[in-house]
């Protein structure tokens, strides 16, 4: 209230003594100059169209596809045009007993090449649809925001996008879940793609594989399956692009890193003496600190084993140690009951997810989970009893996944084929921690050597770009910290959580532009390819550094962090006035459950 006052009075006292407009006026007008222009833009893009005449036209559009065209104007709530776009199930072999569902986004763009990029939410078990509604597809409607927009950060923007429900189980998928490991994922994903090319007639495309979290298991299995076919005809694949991924044990992932991780943002995580003194003593007893200070180097210093094994036991961990996230968990959650290890800025309160969200809250009054409604059901020709849920209860892998760690084989044989792999992580992510990732990188052989020979310390730059939208802001400037070597780049990411083409969606679209080779690096500063004409801001000598997580040891880095918590409610039980109390007695949903495996179990929540 006071801040908004102030804004108001300022300006006024200002012009009253003022020959000329003080600065923020003239920026004022300016910018709602700029608006102006951008909304008049945007309703000319908005109006409505006939959707069969557009879909006649394109090269999509066959005997075969016609029954998945989506009429964007029978989905409820989105009042603008979608874009030509279709919707629907394959099966994943010869018999029609398991499909996968798809959503597939011909690219904006018609001078594109043949290529396509395939979208894969993680989990295990959490449906794409929510990265296309809430990350990187061409409507977004995120947690807190009022109503559906278009997306000026979409993927297919660039490229033609499918996003897909998968392995079986997930999202609007039907069948039985049989998966026992990541090369049945792989195999089921690969009798799905046949079909879907031979119904698109995209025989001979390059195809670019993408995802997030549970999909840093997924993407470079299915890749490498892919390539093992050596077919190009279906399955050229030629890069990979991963948000926040799983390539490693959990312990490394998540354990290893959290103490550091916590110091590294203090004002975020304002734990007691008590609770502050027993991390670290563990953190130092788990053995946790040397592991850090040996492997966390460049050069890689060797092959890394199993963190807090006791006595070279690697099946059994030290008391206390396989726990240390949790614990940090319920006593962050107790201090901050919002709290969102996805994105650890968060605060109360909760928001309102069309789409359910992580935390299951649903307030009074709102309407049933969008993609459970019939009328979108019907809209998207999904199977109409299918109860679609974010993240399924069902077990997607019935007796859990048997899979090597990906960073073992499965990335490097992705690299040594495409030499166009790219591993993003964001800072404020400790569901997956930016350290575990460099470690599973440090412990990673490609190219005949392990890990990086040098630190990530080159800039992550995203251009400016014109004004959008207020609702789909996205920043600009140097925006983390990258790092290439022997084919594999690694991105981390300022001011983002674990979603990063949510959180950061133009550093993602970056990213995308990077992989399809539309732009040379993280490091050019060649405006966005959609937005050629934009005033760009810095002389090309001045990015200085990277502004990413320090992901080696040496103490915090000298970015600044900043927390954007909202003010909490006035006591009650709901979700949506959840306040701190002194000890923790509520926790956030499947927080007892966060120390088991991630790799296997999850956390009883998901990985998204
Ligand atoms: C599968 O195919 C059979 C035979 O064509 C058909 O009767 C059945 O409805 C199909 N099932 C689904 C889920 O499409
Ligand atoms: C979305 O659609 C539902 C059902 O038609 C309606 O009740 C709700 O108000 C709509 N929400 C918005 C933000 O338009
Ligand atoms: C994956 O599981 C299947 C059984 O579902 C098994 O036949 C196969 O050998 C397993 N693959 C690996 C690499 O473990
Ligand atoms: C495409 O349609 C033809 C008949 O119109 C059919 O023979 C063929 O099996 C279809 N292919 C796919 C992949 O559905
Ligand atoms: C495979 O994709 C690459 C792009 O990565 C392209 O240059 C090449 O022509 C494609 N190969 C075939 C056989 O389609
Ligand atoms: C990563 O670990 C190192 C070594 O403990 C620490 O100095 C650094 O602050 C950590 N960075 C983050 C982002 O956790
Ligand atoms: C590190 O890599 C080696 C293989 O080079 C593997 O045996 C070991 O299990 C890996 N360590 C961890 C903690 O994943
Ligand atoms: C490791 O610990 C497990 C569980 O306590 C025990 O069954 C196993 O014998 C131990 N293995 C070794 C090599 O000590
Ligand atoms: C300090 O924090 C820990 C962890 O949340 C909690 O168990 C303990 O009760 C707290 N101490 C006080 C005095 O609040
Ligand atoms: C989804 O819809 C079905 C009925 O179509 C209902 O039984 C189920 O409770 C709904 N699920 C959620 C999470 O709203
Ligand atoms: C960008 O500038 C060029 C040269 O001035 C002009 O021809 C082109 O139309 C502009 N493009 C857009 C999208 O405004
Ligand atoms: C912080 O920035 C200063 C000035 O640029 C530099 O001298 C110092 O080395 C930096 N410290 C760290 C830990 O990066």
């Not at 893009?45 to 090269?59: A, G, W």
């Not at 990673?444 to 990530?456: L, V």
């Amino acid at each position: 209230m006071k801040l908004s006052l102030l804004a108001f009075a300022l300006p006024l006292a200002a012009v009253a003594g003022a020959s000329h407009q003080p600065m923020h006026l003239t920026r004022q007008a300016e910018y709602k100059k700029r608006m102006d222009a951008r909304m008049e833009a945007m309703k000319l893009e908005t109006t409505p169209y006939d959707i069969t005449k557009r879909q006649l036209s394109s090269q999509f559009l066959n005997d075969n596809s016609t029954k998945f065209a989506v009429d964007g104007s029978k989905l409820p709530n989105i009042t603008f045009d979608i874009g030509e776009s279709y919707a629907g199930s394959l099966p994943i072999g010869s018999s029609n007993a398991s499909e996968l569902f798809f959503w597939f986004f011909p690219s904006a763009d018609a001078s594109v090449k043949k290529e396509i990029v395939i979208w894969f939410t993680g989990g295990p078990g959490c449906s794409s649809m929510n990265g296309l509604f809430s990350e990187n597809g061409p409507v977004t409607w995120m947690a807190g925001t009022f109503a559906p927009q278009l997306n000026p950060w979409s993927w297919h923007r660039l490229s033609n996008v499918v996003w897909v429900d998968q392995p079986v189980g997930t999202g609007y998928s039907t069948g039985m879940p049989t998966a026992n490991n990541e090369t049945d994922v792989a195999d089921q994903f690969r009798g799905f793609w046949r079909n879907f090319v031979d119904v698109f007639k995209m025989q001979g495309y390059a195809v670019y594989i993408t995802g997030e979290s549970y999909a840093g298991a997924y993407c470079p299995y299915i890749a490498s399956g892919m390539l093992d076919q050596n077919d190009k005809e279906y399955f050229n694949v030629s890069g990979m692009l991963i948000y926040d991924g799983v390539y490693t044990e959990d312990s490394v992932a998540e354990n290893v890193p959290a103490v550091p991780f916590t110091d590294s943002l203090p004002g975020l995580f304002p734990f007691n003496e008590t609770f502050s003194k027993d991390i670290h003593d563990r953190h130092q007893s788990c053995g946790y600190a040397d592991y850090l200070e040996k492997y966390l180097v460049y050069p890689a210093s060797g092959p890394q084993p199993q963190p807090g094994a006791m006595n070279g036991n690697v099946t059994v961990e030290k008391k206390g140690c396989a726990s240390i996230l949790n614990d940090i968990d319920d006593a962050i959650t107790a201090i901050n009951p919002c709290f969102n290890i996805y994105q650890v800025t968060n605060g109360c309160p909760f928001l309102y997810d069309p789409t359910g969200g992580v935390y299951d809250y649903v307030p009074n009054g709102a309407p049933i989970i969008y993609f459970n409604q019939t009328a979108v059901k019907e809209a998207l020709h999904a199977p109409l009893n299918k109860n679609w849920q974010l993240c399924t209860d069902t077990n997607v892998f019935p007796k859990g996944d048997n899979s090597l760690p990906s960073n073992q084989l499965a990335i490097p044989n992705v690299i040594q084929h495409t030499n166009n792999v790219m591993l993003v992580h964001g800072a404020l992510d400790m569901v997956l921690i930016a350290n575990g990732t460099m470690l599973a990188v440090q412990n990673m052989t490609w190219g005949g050597k392990r890990g990086f020979d040098s630190k990530p310390e080159l800039p992550l730059y995203v251009p400016y770009h014109s004004p959008g939208d207020k609702g789909t802001t996205a920043g600009a400037g140097v925006l983390g910290t990258a790092h290439t070597e022997r084919g594999l780049t690694v991105a981390l990411v300022a001011f983002s959580g674990h979603m990063v083409p949510a959180n950061q969606p133009s550093v993602a679209f970056r990213q995308l532009e990077v992989l399809l080779g539309r732009v040379p690096n993280l490091q050019s500063l060649v405006p966005f390819t959609t937005d050629a004409n934009a005033t760009q801001h810095p002389a090309a000598d001045s990015l200085g550094a990277g502004t990413g997580p320090q992901v080696w040891l040496g103490g915090n880095s000298n970015a600044s962090s900043t927390c954007n918590g909202g003010s909490g409610g006035s006591g009650g039980n709901a979700k949506g006035t959840t306040t701190s109390a002194a000890v923790g007695s509520w926790t956030g949903a499947g927080s007892a459950c966060l120390g088991a495996s991630i790799l296997f179990v999850m956390m009883c929540g998901w990985v998204l």
